[in-house]
């Protein structure tokens, strides 16, 4: 340790003790272990671990009353934490963790200290015990908390600190069953909230044929999921089992047999996808084929694709068919919606990026007017835009790339 260069009285029986025990220590280190039979190096170390709990025991001893004095003011620190971070190159969060940990000891877990102190309790057992006393509910009194921190003591002689903070989660369940069930419900539930809310989900196209993914999901949801996969990668069925391997050929599986007719509607059309190839593509020509989305895949996977439920294809002859059904409907048909979704690849307005599945489809000339509903005279505009288009204030210019664009009326 440092010295911060002030004279120190040593005539404290703590400073002293100190000093001794810093020599011995010395003393010791330097003394040879080649000699010592197994039996005397099993009973030394045990022997060490009580002192370094008796050390840690009084370490919390000085820490909180150095805490309480305010000892680091004389030396201008902003906190008995800083100063000693700085002295000892600990690193901040450490030493402000064993303050604050020093303080609840000596304050509101003098039992835990003389456990310590003892040599019984390792000092990780001794955080466990504090921590799981002082997150019980505000309105659990000092006999509860009492009994909650005598059962984690004697928990501690048969447990190491991992389980006991798990045992301490669940500590009320032992000395306070009726409190404990309220408190894991109220837990529970504010979880549940908090992991619903929580969810996400993001994929990254690598421009080479994957695409990478992460997702957050409630447990829950994540073992259904995790069970459909683990059914699908069954070593039985695939041989993969629950290899990452597997359970990624599993997922693929799943996606694609996923029931769409179980999907919500977007854009006018069940969520699909669709394949779009050429005749001779479905014949076994070897000419590639596009989804809906702009990703292009090979006919062999097309082919495939185009066997699979959930899975559109859109086969074109020579010449692309335009489907209409003029004025027999106002609005456009499903195949007409998937249809649109194959040309014009989402919102036809110059800037905007929306997909298909987040568009609606809009007559170019309007229905008021005599306009047919056809894919011809037809377009997707998103939701904003197609709004737009019949807002009286402002004006839809169509360009020669079949894109349009908007500007108010003056």
């Keep these: 340790m440092t010295s911060t260069g002030q004279h120190v009285d040593r005539g404290h029986p703590i400073s002293v003790g100190l000093e001794h025990l810093k020599t011995r220590l010395a003393l010791l280190a330097q003394a040879p272990v080649w000699s010592m039979h197994d039996a005397e190096v099993r009973q030394a170390v045990l022997d060490l671990t009580e002192v370094a709990s008796q050390v840690a025991a009084l370490e919390i001893t000085l820490l909180a009353h150095a805490q309480r004095t305010g000892a680091a ?7 008995v934490a800083a100063w000693w971070a700085h002295e000892t190159r600990t690193t901040a969060v450490e030493a402000h963790r064993r303050v604050k940990h020093a303080v609840a000891v000596e304050d509101r877990h003098a039992e835990v200290g003389a456990a310590l102190s003892g040599g019984g309790l390792r000092p990780d057992q001794a955080r466990a015990v504090v921590d799981a006393v002082d997150a019980l509910p505000a309105d659990v009194g000092p006999q509860i908390r009492d009994q909650a921190r005598e059962h984690l003591l004697a928990q501690a002689a048969h447990h190491d600190a991992k389980a006991l903070r ?3 989660k669940r500590v009320l369940d032992v000395v306070a069953p009726e409190v404990g069930e309220a ?13 619903q809310a929580g969810r996400r989900f993001t994929m990254v196209d690598d421009g080479h044929g994957k695409t990478y993914g992460r997702f957050t999901l409630p447990t829950y949801e994540a073992d259904m999921l995790r069970t459909a996969l683990q059914a699908l990668a069954s070593p039985r069925r695939d041989g993969g089992g629950a290899s990452p391997e597997g359970m990624g050929r599993a997922f693929g599986e799943y996606v694609q047999r996923f029931p769409t007719d179980r999907l919500p509607d977007a854009g006018g059309v069940c969520a699909t996808v669709v394949v779009t190839m050429d005749i001779a593509t479905l014949m076994g020509d070897l000419k590639a084929a596009s989804l809906d989305t702009g990703t292009i895949i090979s006919p062999g996977l097309a082919r495939q694709l185009a066997c699979k439920a959930g899975v559109i294809p859109v086969v074109l002859g020579g010449a692309s068919q335009v489907l209409d059904i003029g004025r027999k409907r106002r609005f456009h048909t ?3 919606h998937i249809a649109l979704a194959t040309r014009d690849q989402g919102c036809t307005t110059i800037g905007c990026t929306r997909p298909p599945a987040w568009c609606e489809a809009h007559h170019d000339t309007p229905w008021s007017r005599g306009g047919g509903t056809s894919v011809e005279d037809g377009r997707l505009l998103c939701s904003r835009d197609h709004h737009l288009a019949h807002h ?5 210019t169509q360009h020669p790339s079949r894109k349009v664009s908007f500007t108010r009326r003056e």
């Design 183 to 195: 408190q894991l419900a109220n837990e529970l539930a504010a979880e549940e909230r908090a992991a």
């Design 166 to 168: 798990i045992l301490g």
């Design 73 to 79: 003011d004389e030396v201008g620190a902003t906190s």
């Design 392 to 396: 009286p204030a402002y004006a839809m």
């Design 334 to 336: 499903t195949t007409q």
